[in-house]
């Protein structure tokens, strides 16, 4: 069964901290990577999408792919109280025509 | 953005009666949308992929007598929670794919709908 896994957390960074997000993936055909936020209540929304090997920045968000390792983070510059949540990483299936999602990480930001 | 609709966003009901959400993609069309549940501090759990015009395709375990999708237009997807039960207490959340973009297309959810079965 192909499989994305992110460690559950918490994550706990203090304010204006980098906080690093990660996640593997199995499926070798997965070729698109997403992540989404979910704060507690309510439905994910999401942040950032990667295809190609590399960086990927957006505002304070960059997106790592690493296809070789099957490897995808999420890096938050700055990180506020508000970013507090959990974040789901998610990858394509082979049929490029649903996601994959993994159980999400919680990230906790102190003031 | 594309955005995806839930409704209704709350509902209580009692025991024994189904209970109907709808989930509509406003501004684009989607030939699959896709329906979680989500119990509290719970990751999500895919229950079904709804395809327009056909059958729904159910995950492992989610009872497809119980959880009826209908997908009858490009647009719309329903799910009936039928004779709820407690324990069918949850959030139920639908996503959407847009049918016209490729490989890589975003889902999008909808902002999710809350049941309480008393």
């Known amino acids: 069964q192909k499989e994305v896994e992110q460690n559950s957390g918490p994550l706990s960074v203090p304010e204006g901290a980098i906080a690093s997000l990660n996640c593997t993936y199995s499926d070798r055909g997965s070729q698109s990577f997403f992540w989404y936020r979910q704060y507690s209540g309510k439905s994910p929304e999401l942040i950032m999408f990667?295809?190609?090997?590399g960086d990927k920045e957006d505002g304070r968000f960059t997106a790592q792919l690493n296809k070789a390792s099957q490897y995808v983070s999420l890096l938050i510059r700055d990180s506020q109280p508000s970013d507090s949540a959990t974040y789901l990483c998610?990858?394509?299936?082979?049929?490029?025509?649903?996601?994959?999602f993994g159980k999400g990480t919680t990230l906790s930001v102190s003031s | 953005g594309a955005v995806v609709s839930q409704h209704p966003s709350r509902v209580i009901c009692k025991s024994g009666t189904s209970v109907k959400i709808e989930c509509r993609s406003l501004d684009f069309q989607a030939t699959t949308m896709f329906w979680y549940r989500q119990f509290p501090k719970q990751s999500l759990m895919l229950m079904a992929t709804s395809n327009e015009g056909s059958k729904a395709t159910y995950e492992q375990g989610v009872e497809k007598d119980k959880f009826l999708i209908n997908h009858a237009s490009l647009t719309l997807s329903t799910l009936t929670v039928t004779s709820a039960h407690p324990e069918d207490s949850s959030f139920y959340i639908c996503?959407?794919?847009?049918?016209?973009?490729?490989?890589?297309?975003?889902?999008?959810f909808g902002p999710g709908t809350r049941l309480l079965v008393l």
């Open positions: 996503s959407a794919r847009d049918s016209n973009g490729g490989r890589g297309e975003t889902q999008y």
């Open positions: 990667i295809y190609s090997n």
């Open positions: 998610a990858g394509d299936n082979q049929a490029g025509t649903a996601l994959i």
